[in-house]
């Protein structure tokens, strides 16, 4: 005799009720096969955003600067690198930021160096350049063949003249090094060659090269684990592509990584999802299960089994079901990622690996787990005469009576309601993560910028105007550098290029305020005191200058001026020294505070919601005439200390409420039509003062300065947030245009950022033509290019897969849940088939019997609504999404649509029962 | 006066490439107000002639004529309204709607046809059957006979002109089945209904005004046509 266990319980009631686990079935085999298909799509999106990164930006790379004092013995010994190079810099050329250089086998390889144009050096004497390092030497028109006599300065020694034959022209690479400046070392340049030179190329006589070492970083190694190594090294972690040479420092890779993280995300979402549905399918597939069942579930309680038993013994088929699921369903899930890998090589991978069955187990085993619970839990609380009469899940039903007149229909749909709530669950998800998904849609498609991308501010310039020296400026000079910004050719050539319709620039220059005797409360330092974690009290200075200037000054130090402490009493002493010195060099008398001038083009639409007092009046500005003032009223709160450390934040007068004010500098000097009495400094100045300077050395540095006098009137005041050329302001400064600025006769270094507009759309090869051009002008200063075009393309291209997402999950949950509802039904009808026909008996028609299955239909949609309404609100609140009230007018249509289609789905399953007569209908089984 | 007759009623059941005709050429005329009684062996069609002559099943062939207009011709919700004003059936086995109370499932015609209870006269009824202990419950809850009286109860609810029972006693024990019977008597009686009741206790056959013998699908005998 066989021994009769759970398992062959089980194997005999899945036999048994073959077909009527059809549904049972396929939604577990569903959860598995989306299971492995969201897990195969997420690992897929990583990895192939991973491979893709790898190509563009390279690998995980390590660059270490000129650390003599660490062996290559000690670099291998760190178990941290896998290949090690070396990169030799002999010397500067023509005393730019220009080197030259020559690398070794290994970091020839690494640093993926190659020319676009002729060859590589080969012997002494030869070069290979990059264009840009030609450019900056001013050699723009050199030619392969060409031969250049450079000054060549060694790091150590003297100066060298040597001749070079140019022999290639080489891809470029220090030149992505520049904008951030990210590269350099204590001599603030980049140190990375830009010139190569043959390793026969004789050295110097005095000093030799500085090494470099490039290094290809472990697999698995942190950026963590190599920045604890050695601490203080001068080392860089980088990605150094294999296909353009483009070395790119960690930072940049992060928003890969977001992108490719949000990208796994919304896979994540859709899988999560769909699995949802899924769920949702095995628990209503289960409900409709135990309640076939319901006879059998009496009868094992009524000879003694326990809940637990129960439960083990119904929930054994879906584990069996699971198990024969997996097979089929882990295949089919492969298939489909290969399938939409092939789709999108670019977006996914196919790399399946047997450790990623682990995941797809643990996900659908919970599925199933999770949705077969609580129909389990349920069928195993009912007592076996209960089931075995029913009565005391009817005692529950009776708790609903018919309030005013008796409605049958109704009344029994709600006590079924009551009945089996599980049978509603499902559909009410559905039909609110449809009715969710929709309003998403709907709040992302308004929040979309629908116009074409449109070809204005297509490509930017920035970053460009500041002194390379990486020392601070004096807040009263404006300091001039040869080289620093676009110049008025470079502005030329770029509004020459084909399809250029304007380009619009920002510079920035300084110039020195006189203010009246009594110094305005708008310049006055104030002080706030804030009390440290650690229990220090302290005191921080709010200010309007922007020069890192301590306007206390303003108010002669010998005075009985409180200052708060010593900090601040020697900071606003050298502030007074140098205003001292000042005004001795100038023959001012008056107090006076620097002003940042921004000088840029300007049209009738800007500063429209910044404007207090006055007008623009462009034609003014250009007659330099007169000058904006931007001069917002900055409040102050002491936020966030860490032990030591404050934060101070700066706000605008509107923003937070006066109650939380620590420190308010209100504008009670620049009015409408007042004359401002200004002064530039300006020079070219090799040594900056500095702290230690005495009054006489900074007299005689501000003498030594270009001094320029000016009288404009202010036209306008501006408050609040104010971008200009896609940049914030926050500080108090002065406001002109480019005419305006040569009138006035303010001196500048070149322009900091440009803006360039077309006239239409380009094609592709005229875009990939104008991005190479500006970019290469750009390059000459050092100049950060973007690409707008390119970014809206991609954000365009992200927000439509987002909406086509959510678009398609609100299609999918519709189905899921006007097919939820009809077969539920349709099953409800089957197997109310008796009633049907004893309501058929006693003269009701099929609007009467639509009635008792309407009701289900329209809670589902009522309740889901609320559920949606309640998550939405949920989200709006946690300040994930903006979910606007008219996103749930959006959502009444779709729900009214669910519940028309599913209506008709009933409709036709009661045709189907009513076509039977009904003696048919009520024959006992 | 006749209220309702049916012409060459047959139904047949396929049952493979056998016939099997339940009933058989059946030619009857029902005189208003009176108490028929259906009898025969199992299997004999009375139960099948009950189903045809109340609507509830379509003939294979044959007419049913009530008052002047062929029952058969109506549309499905024609046919529903008149089953819910004019006719009433008592099942053998009760039929009532398990999820609504005894009261409940007596007002199920009265709701259908969208019209006011007569409260009164539902009351009468109630007191009648000697329910009204039993209206809050539901079916689960009653024994047999309380589901039977509640079932005619529903049957009576509309004032029909014909109710039609199908071995109403069937499943009662004797007394109780002897009341039930009672009650259908009186109603036949006191309110006028025409009474078609199937049944194969000839002691319930007694007590009615004609009886109709069917076997195998045909009219054996017939009280009514002897005595006319």
Redesign the interface.
């Known amino acids: 005799m066989k021994r009769l266990t759970m398992n062959r319980v089980a194997w005999a009631s899945l036999r048994h009720y073959r077909k009527s686990y059809a549904s049972l079935a396929a939604g577990i085999f569903l959860a598995v096969y989306l299971a492995c298909t969201a897990v195969l799509c997420i690992h897929g999106t990583l990895e192939a955003g991973n491979e893709q990164m790898a190509r563009r930006l390279g690998r995980a790379d390590t660059i270490l600067l000129n650390s003599p004092h660490v062996t290559d013995e000690q670099i291998r010994s760190s178990n941290l690198f896998d290949q090690l190079g070396h990169i030799y810099v002999t010397a500067s050329v023509e005393n730019t930021d220009v080197y030259t250089g020559y690398y070794d086998k290994t970091a020839n390889h690494l640093m993926y160096r190659r020319c676009v144009e002729g060859r590589m050096p080969e012997k002494a004497g030869e070069i290979a350049a990059e264009q840009s390092a030609l450019d900056k030497l001013g050699l723009e028109n050199a030619a392969v063949g060409d031969v250049f006599t450079w000054n060549m300065q060694p790091f150590e020694g003297l100066s060298e003249q040597r001749s070079y034959t140019l022999v290639g022209i080489l891809s470029e690479q220090t030149v992505y090094l520049n904008p951030d400046r990210w590269f350099s070392t204590g001599f603030g340049t980049v140190q990375l060659p830009a010139i190569l030179i043959s390793a026969d190329d004789p050295p110097f006589p005095v000093g030799s090269a500085t090494v470099h070492r490039v290094m290809t970083d472990r697999p698995l190694v942190t950026l963590n684990q190599i920045q604890n190594w050695q601490d203080g090294l001068l080392h860089m972690s980088c990605h150094i592509s294999r296909v353009t040479g483009r070395i790119t420092p960690y930072d940049s890779t992060e928003y890969e990584m977001e992108r490719r993280a949000e990208q796994a995300a919304l896979w994540l979402m859709l899988g999560g999802a769909l699995l949802l549905s899924a769920c949702v399918g095995i628990a209503s597939a289960m409900e409709s299960m135990l309640d076939r069942k319901t006879e059998d579930i009496g009868m094992l309680r009524a000879v003694g089994a326990t809940r637990r038993q129960i439960r083990r013994l119904l929930g054994r088929d879906a584990w069996l079901l699971a198990i024969i699921a997996l097979p089929v369903g882990v295949a089919l899930g492969c298939l489909t990622c290969w399938g939409l890998s092939r789709m999108m090589p670019e977006k996914m991978v196919f790399h399946p690996s047997p450790w990623l069955l682990l995941p797809v187990l643990g996900v659908s085993g919970l599925c199933v787990f999770l949705s077969s619970a609580l129909p389990l839990r349920r069928a195993s609380r009912q007592t076996p005469m209960g089931v075995l ?3 005391a899940l ?2 529950r ?2 708790r609903f009576h ?1 309030r005013r ?4 229909p109704q ?2 749909a709600l ?2 309601f009551r ?1 089996h709530p599980l049978r509603q669950a499902g559909s009410i998800c559905m039909v609110a993560l449809m009715l969710i998904c929709l309003m998403t849609l709907c709040v992302i498609a308004s929040l979309m910028d629908w116009s074409a991308l449109g070809y204005q501010e297509a490509f930017i310039l920035s970053g460009g105007g500041q002194t390379l020296e990486g020392v601070e400026n004096d807040p009263f000079v404006q300091e001039l550098e040869a080289g620093a910004g676009l110049t008025q050719s470079d502005m030329h050539q770029l509004r020459s290029l084909p399809l250029v319709s304007r380009v619009d620039m920002r510079l920035s220059t300084r110039v020195i305020l006189q203010l009246p005797d009594d110094t305005p409360g708008y310049f006055q330092t104030q002080y706030v005191p804030l009390r440290l974690a650690n229990g220090y009290e302290t005191r921080y200075s709010v200010r309007v200058t922007d020069g890192g200037l301590n306007t206390a000054y303003l108010d002669s130090i010998e005075s009985s001026f409180d200052l708060p402490d010593e900090f601040h009493k020697r900071d606003a002493e050298l502030d007074a020294a140098k205003h001292r010195a000042l005004q001795q060099a100038t023959g001012v008398e008056q107090n006076m505070v620097p002003m940042t001038v921004i000088v840029a083009t300007l049209d009738d639409e800007n500063f429209s919601g910044n404007l207090v007092a006055g007008d623009v009046d462009l034609a003014a500005l250009d007659s330099g005439r007169e000058v904006l003032v931007y001069a917002p009223n900055i409040v102050a709160r002491a936020e966030g200390d860490r032990g030591g450390m404050h934060q101070t934040n700066q706000f605008f007068d509107d923003e937070i409420s006066p109650a939380q004010w620590d420190a308010v500098l209100i504008n009670d000097f620049f009015s409408v039509g007042q004359t401002l009495p200004l002064m530039q400094l300006a020079g070219v100045q090799a040594d900056s003062p500095t702290i230690l300077m005495s009054e006489d050395a900074l007299r005689s540095y501000y003498g030594g300065m270009e001094r320029t006098s000016l009288v404009p009137v202010v036209g306008g005041i501006l408050k609040g947030h104010l971008d200009i050329g896609g940049t914030w302001f926050f500080c108090p400064c002065l406001i002109t245009t480019e005419k305006g600025a040569v009138t006035l006769g303010l001196r500048s270094n070149g322009v900091e950022s440009a803006c360039v507009s077309l006239a239409s759309a380009p094609d592709v090869d005229t875009e990939a033509l104008l991005a190479r051009r500006i970019e290469r002008i750009g390059n000459r200063h050092g100049m950060t290019f973007t690409n707008s075009l390119e970014t809206r393309r991609q954000d365009r291209a992200y927000q439509m897969q987002i909406i086509a997402l959510f678009g398609g999950m609100a299609l999918l949950f519709f189905a899921v849940s006007v097919s939820m509802q009809v077969t539920s039904i349709a099953r409800r009808i089957r197997a109310d088939e ?2 049907v ?10 609007t ?1 019997l639509a009635r008792c299955y309407r009701l289900p239909v329209l809670m589902a949609a009522v309740c889901g609504l609320i559920l949606a309404a309640a998550v939405c609100g949920a989200i709006r609140w946690a300040g994930l999404l903006m979910f606007r009230p008219w996103a749930l007018l959006a959502a009444l249509p779709m729900a009214a649509l669910n519940v028309l289609c599913a209506l008709a789905g009933v409709r036709g399953q009661l045709r189907r029962v ?1 076509g039977r ?4 209908n ?1 024959r ?1 089984l | 006066m006749e209220i309702m007759r049916c012409e060459s009623l047959s139904k047949v059941y396929q049952a493979g490439e056998n016939k099997v005709y339940a009933l058989n050429q059946v030619s009857l005329s029902l005189e208003q107000g009176g108490f028929i009684a259906v009898t025969g062996r199992s299997g004999s069609g009375k139960s099948t002639l009950l ?1 045809l002559l109340s609507g ?3 003939p294979t062939s044959g007419r049913v004529i009530y008052q002047d207009a062929e029952l058969y011709k109506y549309s ?2 024609q046919l ?6 004019r ?1 009433g ?1 008592v ?1 053998q ?1 009760y ?7 005894g009261w ?1 499932n007596i ?7 969208n019209r006011r ?1 007569d409260e009164a006269y539902l009351n009468q009824l109630i007191d009648l059957l000697g329910i009204r202990d039993r209206l809050n419950h ?1 079916p ?2 009653m024994s047999g006979g309380q589901q039977q009286r509640v079932s005619i109860a ?2 009576l609810a ?1 004032k029909p002109a014909i109710l039609f029972a199908d071995e109403p006693t069937g499943n009662l024990d004797g007394k109780s089945g002897r009341e039930v019977l009672t009650l259908l008597r009186h109603v036949n009686r006191e309110l006028g209904i025409t009474l078609v009741l199937v049944t194969h206790d000839l002691n319930v056959a007694e007590q009615a005004d004609r009886v109709i013998q069917l076997e195998d699908g045909r009219v054996a005998h017939d009280s009514g046509v002897m005595q006319a």
Not at chain 1, 837 to 846: I, K, L
Not at chain 2, 107 to 113: A, E, F, H, I, R
Request: proline share 1%; hydrophobic share 45%; charged share 30%.
């Open positions: 009469r029913d009565t009817l005692r039903a009776r018919s007149a008796f409605d049958g009344l029994i006590r079924q009945l008796r009633m026909g004893t309501f058929r008996a006693v003269g009701a028609d099929e009467a009513m007569s009904i003696i048919e009520i006992e | 189903h509830l099943d379509h499905d919700n529903s309204v008149l089953r819910r004003r006719f059936f099942f086995s039929n009532l709607v398990r999820e609504l109370t409940e007002l199920l015609p009265v709701m259908l046809d209870a539901l689960g809850a529903r049957a509309n």
